[in-house]
């Protein structure tokens, strides 16, 4: 199962797409490499306007040196002992993503000073915030080409060919191609990728930090990078069985945002061919083989809905009521679908516990009373919203026959104003009746009665 998200963007990367998200979402270096005109670096610019909100910068490691990276030394540090630079909108100091265009060209000075980026996350010895580095490279079999420091490419977790449609391409992938390239829309796609972001982080999160699933990952790594090390005479880094186990919880966590059958296994075969297969040169047969020999650990272990909503739930801070109270508001039929009861009757008890907190209690319990009408079971959770919300109903309905008394307003109509209301609001059928309580339940009802704005919109509803 692959995703569409860069259909918008680019032609054929359905298969490592997966990946290129992933690696993005959760800050992982990877390579794009492929010859001229595969749309590496237009992919690679998309992706960092969508991520770096504005703050991105792009190298070329054919032209830009230390002075176009780290910019001018201040001479007061420097006459001080110390290193300190000019930040500029070219420098890198700042950025969040970070592209470096042609990286196979790059001079063995320029790679010595990357090796440091990504290795120490820092410039210089000052510390840097990138989020992500994303680098484009031809292969190395052209002749401009200079042969990548091991060490450099180590450091990368991924290594990603890109489909170049040399031979036997199709009309209507060419027209595809020619569609996108002359569509305005495609420099605006990456900006829509956030929400997908923050579902895969969410998704990485809940298998890094769920034991059995972590321990199957950890299990499924230890034992296929045995058997691929047994096999091949490539060199494989222990930092590859470390990256190894990460992007499968990486990818993985994007293939259950996508709802793969079997997100960890689906994950396993492509971080086994772009962290091992690609970079170190293993034989990909060999490590699938290897694979298929170890990958009913992973299909053992994959979260289910029930533990992804316990989790998303729990990792929201305890002080932080609303968004808890949003969260279960917004998730009320899944709650209600994929937990047992016991556990359901806490997040939604959760919500009755604490809207009294809340200056929005009324609309709160009116959410909530609403949505428990689509489900079933749960009687005691229902009987206590509806409950609530009627004792706040009945408390927002003195305060009005108090507005009305303390006013002195002499028309009798008004003074039967809350009379009405009261009937109104036990009819379960009439228009008016559903109008009056969506004005009682306003986040703002207390500020529209002190504000006297509240009579005149009931008086119109009531004489309707």
Same mark, same amino acid.
């Given at each position: ?39 590496? *670096? *237009? ?19 054919? &032209? ?13 540090? /420097? ?34 000073? /990357? ?43 991924? @290594? ?8 036997? @391409?199709?009309?209507?992938? @060419? ?8 569509? &305005? ?45 047994? &096999? ?53 047969? *060999? ?109 927002? +309905? ?19 104003? @809350? &009379?009405?209301?009261?009937? /109104? /609001? ?15 339940? +306003? ?22």
């Amino acid at each position: 199962m692959v995703g569409e998200m860069l259909s918008d963007i680019v032609v054929g990367f359905e298969r490592i797409e997966p990946v290129i998200i992933a690696n993005v979402a959760l800050g992982k270096n990877f390579i794009l490499i492929g010859r001229h005109g595969t749309s590496k *670096t *237009t992919l690679a610019r998309i992706l960092a306007q969508g991520v770096g909100g504005g703050s991105y910068v792009i190298y070329d490691a054919t &032209k830009d040196d230390i002075l176009s990276i780290a910019g001018i030394p201040k001479t007061k540090a /420097l006459e001080e002992g110390r290193f300190e630079f000019a930040s500029g909108e070219r420098t890198i100091w700042g950025k969040q993503i970070i592209v470096i265009d042609e990286l196979g060209r790059a001079t063995k000075e320029n790679q010595n000073i /990357l090796l440091e980026i990504l290795q120490e996350k820092t410039c210089f010895g000052q510390k840097l915030d990138y989020r992500v580095i994303i680098a484009t490279m031809n292969p190395e079999t052209y002749a401009a080409s200079l042969r990548l420091d091991e060490a450099l490419l180590d450091r990368f977790y991924a @290594v990603l060919p890109v489909p170049d449609f040399a031979q036997g @391409v199709r009309k209507e992938t @060419v027209r595809k191609i020619l569609d996108l390239n002359f569509s &305005k829309g495609r420099w605006e796609a990456g900006k829509e990728f956030s929400r997908v972001y923050d579902a895969v982080r969410s998704h990485y999160e809940a298998f890094v930090s769920t034991p059995a699933t972590r321990e199957a990952v950890l299990e499924y790594t230890s034992r296929v990078m045995e058997l691929i090390k047994g &096999k091949t005479k490539a060199y494989i880094s222990n930092r590859k069985s470390i990256q190894m186990a990460d992007e499968i919880f990486a990818i993985g966590a994007y293939m259950a945002h996508l709802k793969e059958k079997e997100p960890l296994s689906a994950a396993a075969k492509l971080a086994l061919e772009y962290t091992i297969s690609v970079p170190a040169g293993a034989e990909l047969s *060999t490590a699938l083989q290897c694979h298929n020999a170890c990958k009913s650990i992973l299909e053992n272990y994959a979260l289910s809905e029930a533990d992804l909503l316990r989790y998303e739930f729990a990792r929201i801070p305890e002080d932080s009521v609303k968004r808890r109270i949003r969260f279960v508001l917004e998730n009320v039929r899944e709650i209600t679908k994929h937990l047992k009861e016991i556990d359901g009757d806490f997040m939604l008890g959760y919500v009755l516990d604490h809207a009294r907190q809340l200056r929005t209690k009324a609309s709160t319990l009116q959410n909530l009373v609403h949505a428990l009408k689509e489900v079933s079971g749960y009687k005691e959770v229902k009987t206590r919203a509806e409950g609530l919300l009627m004792e706040e109903l009945a408390l927002r +309905k003195k305060a009005l026959a108090a507005s009305l008394d303390t006013q002195k307003i002499k028309d009798m109509q008004d003074v039967a104003l @809350v &009379k009405r209301i009261d009937e /109104l /609001l036990h009819e379960r059928t009439p228009e008016q009746s559903k109008k009056i309580r969506e004005l009682l339940t +306003k986040d703002d009802f207390h500020e529209l009665l002190a504000g006297g704005k509240i009579l005149p919109i009931l008086r119109g509803l009531v004489r309707r």
